[in-house]
């Protein structure tokens, strides 16, 4: 292909990079699965940022990232059973989605760990069509007599970093969004104030 302008040339390359990492059609015949990184909190607005994150799809003259960071949990039920002879069941329906609209698939998986009162909990999450659109499902944990569990759900925050190639910087936008996974975990003590 024939480039007229090195800005137009700069923006396909760097799309090419922020889709395909690490991998290359030079090193394999088909590109492995896409590891995008989730930060412990929001990185600078760089060239490596924009690599290490989801690429989204591209404006008519700006490419854009989904900068995935600060990963935390949300209390999204509680048993207190400590007075009771008997199992109690909770059910609930949660909600996992980006909190702003997407219309575009991903391909790509992401890992992260929350520390809360000395309690770690891990999630991995794999980035498919499914996060383009909200995704709401049941579920339900029991307590057996005398005790206590408390379950949250992990979230990420979320932002769009855009990459002008016409002067060469990145920037993110004035939006803070949440990625909501689908991953419950359950605790014996509280790790978050409740809802």
Wanted: net charge negative.
């Amino acid at each position: 292909m024939l480039y007229s302008s090195l800005e137009d040339m700069n923006a396909d390359y760097l799309a090419a990079e922020s889709h395909f990492k690490h991998n290359s059609f030079l090193l394999s015949s088909i590109p492995i699965r896409n590891k995008v990184e989730i930060f412990t909190a929001i990185p600078p607005a760089t060239r490596d940022t924009f690599n290490k994150s989801l690429p989204k799809s591209a404006t008519t003259n700006q490419l854009e990232a989904i900068i995935l960071f600060s990963p935390n949990l949300q209390n999204v039920g509680t048993i207190d059973n400590t007075n009771s002879d008997t199992t109690t069941t909770y059910e609930k329906s949660i909600t996992s989605s980006f909190t702003f609209s997407t219309s575009q698939t991903f391909s790509a998986e992401a890992s992260a760990e929350v520390v809360k009162s000395g309690f770690k909990i891990g999630f991995s999450i794999s980035f498919t069509e499914q996060w383009s659109s909200s995704n709401t499902e049941s579920f339900s944990f029991s307590v057996g007599p005398g005790k206590k569990a408390f379950t949250y759900q992990g979230y990420l925050q979320a932002r769009i970093l855009r990459y002008n190639p016409v002067d060469d910087t990145f920037a993110y936008d004035n939006s803070i969004a949440r990625f909501v996974t689908n991953i419950p975990s359950t605790s014996e003590v509280p790790l978050v104030s409740s809802i």
